[in-house]
């Protein structure tokens, strides 16, 4: 593969023999020295010391490199279709395939929305052509994601709709919110909530507190995210239904969600890396690049969700990639788009949980493997045995510097804009294909 184009699509070879690396199994909660034999596009043996015939195999020496499923990534927002400008289907291919993402659950909020069948066909259908990491679609809730009437949720869980949501919006309105839990429920659908109440944040930039005051910008409560989950709660209690809470930022939810799991109902949650790295003071000098949604809380707030990192309250961390043209962040603060880039940056930002935090390097890519894919309910981000292959290969001492002006997504705008990071995926494997190496 040729180093000057690490996607390089030319003839490869159907076969794989992975030796000598460290192979991390989330499900056997195991990291072993092993070689790994991927054969017509699946997993055909797991051992030490396999040994192939060279001619028919592509030999590939992991030697002091660690080898583990794919990244599962629940929350996408890919740009294509209606905002092509910010992003494309292939351009986030290729930044994910470069971050070691091998499956991509996008947000339903592109234009037109995803409420329909016929846009998730037409996503799966340009993914397929692209060929790099798996595309998995999630369709809105509500019609158009207003909030209103509820969308074919049956028939697009046929096409292969894996969860349900409104993207950054939440579903304000208690009676539909009950309305779509009983509905999906019926086929054991998942509901994913953006929780923040729309009435109170509406015209917010920031966390309200000090930093909002100091730099006289209209504040967002961080209690909005709690009102809205403790709201729900209630509704998941009397329907039974499967619900997620996507990108919590809030000491209170980690709470909230807390109490929840140990009264036994049935919630999950996840959390980004901005949530557990940044507090608000990185919004000083008016950065537009860490103006997000959810904002940057306090760094109280960071603590606690790395507590509930660390104690098993959240289930899973993604990158809520949410890209936006220069047009759309170089504004006065006010006027900037809310959201960054994350494909690219996700796997060192976990590993520094491993470095910094003493987080289990297992439970780390567990985070972004195993736990996902079974929120999910999809057959992805593990190794089993005649599996798709679906693996990174990845330098967990690798250092670093961010620069997003080398990010294959076409958007740039990223909170992590030149940190210092140790840790790089190397090689991806999607289907048993080779498509990125570093």
Same mark, same amino acid.
């Given at each position: 593969?040729?180093?000057?184009?690490?996607?390089?699509?030319?003839?490869?070879?159907?076969?794989?023999?992975?030796?000598?690396?460290? %192979?991390?199994?989330?499900?056997?909660?195991? *990291?072993?020295?092993?070689?790994?034999?991927?054969?017509?596009?699946?997993?055909?043996?797991?051992?030490?010391?396999?040994?192939?015939?060279?001619?028919?195999?592509?030999?590939?020496? &992991?030697?002091?490199? =660690?080898?583990?499923?794919?990244?599962?990534?629940?929350?996408?927002?890919?740009?294509?279709?209606?905002?092509?400008?910010?992003? +494309?289907?292939?351009?986030?291919?290729?930044?994910?395939?470069?971050?070691?993402?091998?499956?991509?659950?996008?947000?339903? #909020?592109?234009?037109?929305?995803?409420?329909?069948?016929?846009?998730?066909?037409?996503?799966?259908?340009?993914?397929?052509?692209? !060929?790099?990491?798996?595309?998995?679609?999630?369709? &809105?809730?509500?019609?158009?994601?207003?909030?209103?009437?509820?969308?074919?949720?049956?028939?697009?869980?046929?096409?292969?709709?894996?969860?349900?949501?409104?993207?950054?919006?939440? %579903?304000?309105?208690?009676?539909?919110?009950?309305?779509?839990?009983?509905?999906?429920?019926?086929? #054991?659908?998942?509901?994913?909530?953006?929780?923040?109440?729309?009435?109170?944040? !509406?015209?917010?930039?920031?966390?309200?507190?000090?930093?909002?005051?100091?730099?006289?910008? !209209?504040?967002?409560?961080?209690?909005?995210?709690?009102?809205?989950?403790?709201?729900?709660?209630?509704?998941?209690?009397?329907?039974?239904?499967? =619900? @997620?809470?996507? @990108?919590?930022? +809030?000491?209170?939810?980690?709470?909230?969600?807390?109490? $929840?799991?140990?009264?036994?109902?049935?919630?999950?949650?996840?959390? $980004?890396?901005?949530?557990?790295?940044?507090?608000?003071?990185?919004?000083?000098? =008016?950065?537009?690049?860490?103006?997000?949604?959810?904002?940057?809380?306090?760094?109280?707030?960071?603590?606690? *969700? %790395?507590?509930?990192?660390?104690?098993?309250?959240?289930?899973? *961390? %993604?990158?809520? @990639?949410?890209?936006?043209?220069?047009?759309?962040?170089?504004?006065?603060?006010?006027?900037?788009?809310?959201?960054?880039?994350?494909?690219?940056?996700?796997?060192?930002?976990?590993?520094?949980?491993?470095?910094?935090?003493?987080?289990?390097?297992?439970? !780390?890519?567990?985070? /972004?493997?195993?736990?996902?894919?079974?929120?999910?309910?999809?057959?992805?981000?593990?190794?089993?045995?005649?599996?798709?292959?679906?693996?990174?290969?990845?330098?967990?001492?690798?250092?670093?510097?961010?620069?997003?002006?080398?990010?294959?997504?076409?958007?740039?705008?990223?909170?992590?804009?030149?940190?210092?990071?140790?840790?790089?995926?190397?090689? +991806?494997?999607?289907?048993?294909?080779? /498509?990125?190496?570093?």
């Amino acid at each position: 593969m040729n180093l000057k184009d690490p996607f390089n699509n030319r003839k490869q070879s159907p076969n794989y023999l992975l030796k000598n690396g460290f %192979v991390i199994d989330p499900c056997k909660n195991k *990291i072993e020295k092993k070689d790994i034999l991927i054969k017509n596009k699946v997993i055909e043996a797991i051992n030490k010391e396999i040994s192939v015939d060279p001619n028919e195999f592509e030999i590939i020496d &992991c030697n002091n490199l =660690y080898i583990s499923p794919g990244i599962v990534d629940m929350r996408v927002n890919l740009g294509e279709p209606g905002l092509e400008h910010k992003e +494309t289907i292939k351009s986030a291919c290729m930044a994910a395939a470069s971050g070691g993402v091998t499956s991509m659950i996008c947000m339903p #909020n592109t234009i037109p929305a995803i409420d329909q069948p016929a846009i998730i066909q037409s996503i799966q259908r340009k993914a397929r052509e692209v !060929a790099l990491s798996k595309v998995f679609c999630t369709g &809105c809730i509500t019609r158009g994601h207003e909030g209103n009437e509820i969308s074919e949720l049956q028939l697009m869980h046929e096409s292969g709709a894996v969860g349900f949501t409104d993207g950054n919006k939440s %579903v304000a309105n208690a009676r539909v919110m009950k309305r779509a839990l009983n509905y999906v429920k019926s086929f #054991n659908g998942l509901i994913i909530q953006h929780a923040e109440e729309p009435e109170l944040s !509406a015209g917010g930039m920031v966390n309200e507190g000090e930093i909002s005051t100091r730099m006289g910008l !209209a504040g967002i409560p961080s209690y909005c995210e709690a009102m809205i989950v403790e709201r729900d709660l209630w509704l998941v209690k009397d329907t039974e239904c499967r =619900y @997620h809470v996507s @990108h919590i930022s +809030t000491k209170e939810t980690v709470e909230i969600i807390r109490n $929840a799991k140990e009264k036994g109902i049935y919630v999950t949650c996840d959390t $980004a890396p901005p949530y557990f790295l940044l507090n608000e003071l990185s919004l000083e000098n =008016y950065r537009t690049f860490s103006k997000l949604s959810p904002s940057l809380r306090t760094e109280e707030d960071r603590e606690k *969700i %790395v507590e509930g990192i660390l104690d098993g309250t959240i289930d899973a *961390i %993604v990158s809520d @990639h949410t890209p936006q043209d220069q047009d759309a962040k170089r504004l006065p603060f006010n006027q900037a788009e809310f959201g960054g880039v994350g494909l690219e940056t996700l796997l060192p930002m976990i590993l520094s949980l491993v470095k910094n935090k003493n987080l289990d390097l297992i439970r !780390a890519i567990s985070l /972004v493997t195993k736990n996902p894919s079974e929120i999910l309910g999809l057959d992805v981000g593990k190794l089993n045995i005649k599996s798709e292959a679906d693996l990174m290969i990845f330098d967990l001492e690798k250092p670093w510097k961010i620069k997003p002006e080398k990010f294959y997504s076409k958007s740039k705008n990223s909170p992590f804009d030149s940190i210092l990071v140790e840790g790089r995926n190397l090689m +991806t494997f999607v289907r048993g294909r080779l /498509v990125y190496k570093f």
